[in-house]
């Protein structure tokens, strides 16, 4: 898509005498292009709180969506000259998000990317990462929200004949005295190590706890092991 730098830069200059900013004087306008075409603005809002001032590029997105939504293909921000002016870190975050790493933002003496901007940007990918598919040790998204909390134990099984580990995750951090509500969260598949089980569970929370085949108990979680649990797991040593 052909990009009119200099249309957009005027709309940006237009908008930015609009801007709202009793408190610094530094008016901000911003104008962007959408994948459908059409071009949408935003200008800086300041706030007496200081801290609920909206920048610029925060009006332009809500009016993406405002106006119908789409991706924004290129953007022209400017300061109180007419001048190109670089968006803010959250800004920046923000246009990631809403135009990708392929956005353009107009610069001198180049127009560049949201990747020079932004590298290595935080993103739903990141997010994915975590709680969609990972190796067979995804957290279901409806339990997502139960990520750091409760209690794996690890314990093994015969299946054919064979030793194999699997493990389930209880809601109870297991402390004494404590009193939530017990129940079962999620049955693991079964493992052919301890190891398999035990990193299914630190991908839902850091108290894992081992049970060998005589019933002892080892801690596999993250930090000191609780009172009650005598020993410190180590990969063989149940």
Known sequence: MEIDWAGLRAAAIETMRRAYVPISDFPVGVAGLVDDGRVIVGCNVENASIGMTLCAECGLVSSLHATGGGRLVAISCVDATGAPLMPCGRCRQLLWEHGGPELQVEALPRPLRMTELLPHAFGYEDMARV????????????????????????HPDISGGETIWTAYWERSSGEPGNTENKGILEEGPNFPAASAAVAWGLMRTPRVVVVDAEGGLSWAGEGDAPEGIPQRWKDGNA
């Open 131 to 154: 709680t969609g598919p990972a190796g067979g040790a995804e957290v279901p998204a409806e339990l997502a929200k139960w990520r750091g909390r409760g209690t794996v134990f690890v």
